[in-house]
């Protein structure tokens, strides 16, 4: 609006109630209310930014579902928590793409960063009898002083459909099991 871009509330994200819901969760739940609710918002300009510094996560292949938009040349910036979990899914087959990035130092105290990437499927592709799924799983470190990756690795990680589907569902208040568990086992290629 007017050259300017506005930061949306997180209360207006519409992947808070599903991959694919139509409307934010919140205004879901206020629409259920009777009688009918009137909803008011305003431009907060102190959520602006111009409309040229904008960052946009939005595409029509795959669409974030949480977390940061990671960005190697402010990394550490972007790490104050020491961790972050980023997580991508495809609204046509909702497979995802999990993302998670841990700090640490290495012996002489440089600080680096493990990257992991692990592509977790829609378990409703799994035929009901399949109790093996095989995810593929890539670990990097990255050291941002040095702008490079010291290694990058690819494995496969074995999960047990049960323990896999409660980690897909990626609902750890609910089901203690948190995105980001391991698998049962771990293969290096």
């Given at each position: 609006?007017?050259?300017?871009?506005?930061?949306?509330?997180?209360?207006?994200?519409?992947?808070?109630?599903?991959?694919?819901?139509?409307?934010?969760?919140?205004?879901?739940?206020?629409?259920?209310?009777?009688?009918?609710?009137r909803?008011?918002?305003?431009?907060?300009?102190?959520?602006?930014?111009?409309?040229s510094?904008?960052v946009?996560?939005?595409?029509?292949?795959?669409?974030?579902?949480r977390?940061?938009?990671?960005?190697?040349?402010?990394?550490?910036?972007?790490?104050?928590?020491?961790?972050?979990?980023?997580?991508?899914?495809?609204?046509?087959?909702l497979?995802?793409?999990?993302?998670?990035?841990?700090?640490?130092?290495?012996?002489?105290?440089?600080?680096?960063?493990?990257?992991?990437?692990?592509?977790?499927?829609?378990?409703?592709?799994?035929?009901?009898?399949?109790?093996?799924?095989?995810?593929?799983?890539?670990?990097?470190?990255?050291?941002?002083?040095?702008?490079?990756?010291?290694?990058?690795?690819?494995?496969?990680?074995?999960?047990?459909?049960?323990?896999?589907?409660?980690?897909?569902?990626?609902?750890?208040?609910?089901?203690?099991?948190?995105?980001?568990?391991?698998?049962?086992?771990h293969?290096k290629?």
């Amino acid at each position: 609006m007017n050259d300017k871009y506005y930061l949306y509330n997180i209360f207006l994200d519409t992947s808070i109630g599903s991959p694919i819901a139509d409307a934010p969760k919140t205004i879901e739940i206020i629409q259920s209310v009777k009688p009918p609710v009137r909803i008011f918002t305003r431009c907060d300009e102190n959520l602006a930014v111009p409309y040229s510094r904008m960052v946009s996560t939005a595409t029509a292949d795959f669409q974030k579902w949480r977390g940061i938009t990671l960005n190697f040349d402010h990394i550490t910036e972007q790490m104050k928590s020491g961790k972050e979990t980023i997580v991508h899914f495809d609204p046509q087959t909702l497979h995802k793409i999990l993302v998670y990035v841990g700090r640490g130092t290495d012996e002489t105290g440089a600080e680096f960063y493990h990257v992991n990437v692990e592509q977790l499927w829609n378990p409703d592709i799994f035929e009901g009898a399949e109790d093996v799924i095989i995810t593929n799983y890539i670990h990097g470190i990255y050291y941002p002083a040095r702008e490079a990756f010291e290694h990058i690795d690819f494995s496969v990680n074995q999960y047990s459909r049960e323990i896999f589907e409660v980690n897909y569902r990626d609902a750890e208040k609910l089901t203690g099991v948190s995105i980001g568990v391991y698998g049962n086992l771990h293969y290096k290629i």
